[in-house]
């Protein structure tokens, strides 16, 4: 059974940082691409980072520059460093497979707030 579960989340001042993790269980997760995606209330899920299996990396403009997403195949885990925070990156943020979504975890939230 596919198990995706984020930690990491919290409470920070506009131009902090967090750095979020996501254990994966049930998946050779060495030969998959991860994503991290985010949903403010409201609005759609969305992308914000992806790594392929080779670690190359790819971000939308607006975290570009400040996410970096790293990935630890033997600990099938996939991680989301978060620099210069804004108040509109607060969401609630998941962890899955790009190619194929599976259920998703119960997320992590960032609230970025004065």
């Known amino acids: 059974q596919v198990q995706l579960v984020e930690s990491g989340g919290g409470l920070v001042q506009p131009g902090g940082s967090l750095r979020l993790s996501c254990v994966v269980s049930?998946?050779?997760?060495?030969?998959?691409?991860m994503g991290w995606y985010r949903q403010a209330p409201g609005t759609q899920r969305e992308l914000v980072a992806i790594?392929?299996?080779?670690?190359?990396?790819n971000y939308p403009d607006s975290v570009k520059g400040r996410f970096t997403m790293s990935r630890d195949n033997a600990k099938k885990a996939a991680y989301l460093q978060m620099n210069s925070l804004k108040p509109e990156d607060t969401a609630i943020y998941y962890c899955?497979?790009?190619?194929?979504?599976?259920?998703w975890g119960q997320g992590t939230q960032v609230t970025v707030s004065s």
């Open positions: 049930g998946l050779p997760i060495s030969i998959m691409p």
């Open positions: 899955n497979t790009p190619e194929h979504l599976f259920t």
């Open positions: 790594i392929s299996s080779d670690g190359s990396t």
